[in-house]
């Protein structure tokens, strides 16, 4: 059995899950403090732009970097990405204007546009069909590890020393991410050498029409959380929580007890079961948001948010690789973090513009979200319900 486990999750998957934590450690740990540091500048009515920027461009990446996995190698894409983060973090205390800062929120979303997208390709590659969502899980898990400490982490560094510190911190990170990368061995048998022709993309590169289902089910349900990410520091504020942290750390730990349980639940029950309870709770968290009145209730709601979302994230990325071509795998999961930007960007960006510096807008922009939880979970009852009319037995 030990032999078994060890040829399943290795030293090369753990030496992902390490990097994946210090990954996202790194930028998640700026987030919480963004919102006030951009108004410092000068630029507070632009806060919906923090993580629309980031994510547009991570958006605007993904088929590069998923051609490029495919064609180059896992672990190239990935230390791109890491070190994008390196720079990225280090130079937000030399922006002295709202410009600046936003040009260069706008370069840091390459980070995440090709290190994500190396990582899950390179988690199909080593790990056997029976296990991808335990898998996913498991690495989701290191993921949400890294965004549990990173937000609490950097909250208390600024606090307790400057945001020019927490912005060092963050860059460190991101170089022993880089450190831990450079030790794993890559996955796909035939790299390329890199050439700029690669970066010309034909028309079926720029999406894998396979995975579609999976992706439109990954929008909606990250629609909501762009939301969360632009409004919940100041919601936090408004409601006495003086760690704007302390959130995105309740939902990320419940994120983190559900994750592996959910992806071995996958693996026994199918993917759109596990996705059909999943999008209700997304729902019902994003609607009891909207009625949140103290700092104690919005934490409880905070680990509903988090049980859903741990759910989603290995459920889909497992769901993505089951119907994605071997040869185009990494095309495959730039294509569902494609649908992942679009729908944290777009959310951002709705959140900001609906929100408009009124605390009393709060409710009405937490519902919309719900609204857009609750159109994934009509997508994913009509595919429950026309699973069992081809199949009546199951």
């Known amino acids: 059995m030990e032999n078994q486990i060890s040829r399943v999750y290795g030293v090369q998957f753990g030496l992902l899950c390490l ?14 403090e963004l919102p006030d540091y951009l108004t410092s500048l000068g630029g507070e009515e632009y806060k919906g732009l923090i993580i629309a920027l980031f994510t547009l461009t991570a958006g605007l990446s993904r088929p590069f970097s998923g051609k490029l996995a495919d064609k180059i190698g896992r672990v190239p894409v990935m230390l791109v ?25 706008f370069l840091h979303g390459f980070s995440t546009g090709f ?19 335990e898998a996913m899980g498991l690495m989701g898990l290191s993921g949400s590890l890294g965004m549990a400490a990173g937000p609490a982490i950097g909250s208390a560094v600024a606090d307790q020393f400057s945001m020019d510190i927490m912005f060092y911190t963050s860059s460190a990170m991101a170089f022993l991410s880089v450190a831990v990368i450079a030790h794993m061995r890559e996955t796909i048998k035939h ?3 890199f050439n700029l022709g690669m970066l010309r993309l ?10 579609l289902g999976p992706c439109f089910v990954m929008f909606f349900t990250y629609f909501p959380y762009g939301i969360i990410l632009t409004l919940i520091p100041d919601f936090s504020e408004f409601l006495g929580i003086h760690n704007k942290g302390l959130f995105f750390t309740s939902f990320t730990l419940a ?37 949140v009145r103290s700092p104690e209730l919005l934490l409880l709601v905070g680990v509903l948010f988090g049980v859903a979302t741990g759910m989603n994230s290995p459920t889909i990325y497992a769901w993505t690789i089951d119907l994605s ?22 959310g951002a960006l709705a959140a900001g513009w609906l929100y408009n510096n009124r605390p009393e807008n709060f409710p009405l922009v937490f519902w919309t979200g719900a609204g857009f939880a609750a159109i994934a979970l009509l997508f994913v009852l009509l595919k429950t319900y026309r699973a069992r009319q081809e199949s009546p037995v199951a």
Do not use: W
């Open 19 to 32: 990097s994946s934590f210090l990954f996202f450690a790194s930028f998640n740990m700026i987030i919480p």
């Open 81 to 105: 990405g890491s070190m994008v983060c390196i720079i990225a973090s280090a130079l937000y205390p030399l922006t002295g204007s709202v410009a600046a800062f936003l040009l260069l929120r």
């Open 115 to 133: 290190t994500p997208t190396g990582k899950s390709a390179y988690v199909a590659d080593v790990v056997p069909l029976e296990k991808r969502g």
């Open 191 to 193: 790299p390329q050498r």
């Open 202 to 211: 034909s028309r079926q590169e720029l999406v894998e029409p396979r995975v």
């Open 255 to 291: 994120s983190l007890a559900i994750r592996f349980l959910a992806g071995k639940a996958s693996d026994k029950y199918g993917r759109v079961r596990v996705l059909l309870l999943s999008t209700l709770l997304l729902t019902l968290a994003m609607g009891l948001l909207g009625l």
């Open 325 to 346: 071509h071997e040869a185009h795998r990494g095309r495959a999961m730039a294509t569902m973090y494609i649908a992942l930007e679009a729908g944290i960007g777009i």
